[in-house]
């Protein structure tokens, strides 16, 4: 009785981790995903699937959320992720500060969002 409680418990167990490992990833800091889709997505600037699809990788790049890309590292300059969370005025602020930053291919990132284009 005793190895089918064990068992049973084991079971149980490795489902609960399962779906706790297939579970959708959290956003790096949820409030700065939301206040780019406000900024963004809800003044038509931007495809709300385009975004809800590249999720976290506006801002970071490979497995961890520690690899940011460049527009990431650019906010991550500006932002602290605990004491700015909170903080919807400033996150904002960061965000326009960045549209005037080169991207990549050359023009800023307003000049990108304004064509529809993500990080």
């Known amino acids: 009785m ?3 409680r064990l068992l049973s418990d084991c079971i149980t167990a490795a489902f ?3 779906l706790l490992v297939s579970a959708s990833p959290a956003y790096a800091v949820k409030q700065f995903y939301d206040e780019f889709k406000e900024v963004y997505v809800n003044n038509g600037e931007l495809d709300a699937g385009a975004v809800a699809k590249a999720k ?3 801002c970071h790049e490979g497995k961890s959320k520690k690899n940011k890309n460049a527009y990431g590292k650019l906010l ?3 932002l ?10 400033k996150i904002r602020e960061a965000l326009a500060k960045v549209e005037s930053e080169k991207s990549s291919s050359g023009i800023t990132y307003g000049e990108l969002f304004k064509q529809g284009k993500l990080p």
């Open 2 to 4: 005793r190895k089918d």
């Open 16 to 18: 609960v981790g399962a």
């Open 56 to 58: 976290c990788n506006l």
């Open 76 to 78: 991550d300059t500006l």
């Open 80 to 89: 602290d992720r605990k004491k700015d969370a909170k903080n919807p005025e």
